[in-house]
């Protein structure tokens, strides 16, 4: 009779850090826009909505983040509601959402993403957007006496395993 021993491994998850930026700044801008199409979005694009930066605690970690926008749908002809998610060490987007529709509607827009850090250093990561009022409206106003906020979240999760 033969006998087989099977070693199993648990991968256990440790979360290292959570950072998370909340705002209720009113940002909009038509300069550069984030353009509706087939390419890739880029750093130089939109206009800076939220930004965190993270020293991870490894290349290997890694980062979730979570982009909670909430703002005025504000496109006019082919300026499209549009946020973009980048990182500090890329010129192209790591993803991108649009929320289209007529102008005018207060919506949300929300941005997931998962990666390795891959780095030793800091990064900073970033949303960009175009089309869009975070906030506000267009012409700056704030709604809610400044109440309404948009955030981003950045946690750095450690992989193990037991074995």
Not at 68 to 83: D, F, K, Q, S
Request: proline share 4%; glycine share 6%.
């Amino acid at each position: 009779q033969h006998q087989t021993s099977q070693s199993q491994s648990r991968v256990k998850v440790k979360l290292f850090q959570r950072l998370h930026v909340a705002h209720s700044n009113v940002i909009y801008s038509t300069q550069n826009p984030i353009q509706w199409g087939a390419s890739t979005p880029e750093i130089n694009q939109g206009v800076l909505a939220l930004s965190v930066t993270a020293q991870p605690s490894s290349p290997h970690s890694v980062l979730r983040i979570h982009a909670n926008l909430i703002g005025r749908r504000e496109g006019a002809g082919n300026l499209h509601p549009v946020a973009a998610l980048f990182r500090s060490d890329s010129n192209q987007a790591l993803c991108v959402v649009c929320n289209n529709g007529p102008d005018s509607y207060f919506v949300p827009i929300v941005l997931d993403h998962e990666m390795k850090s891959g780095v030793n250093g800091s990064i900073t990561i970033s949303v960009r957007i175009s089309g869009y009022a975070l906030n506000g409206r267009k012409d700056k106003s704030a709604v809610f006496n400044g109440k309404m906020r948009s955030s981003v979240t950045v946690e750095e999760y450690i992989y193990t395993s037991d074995q």
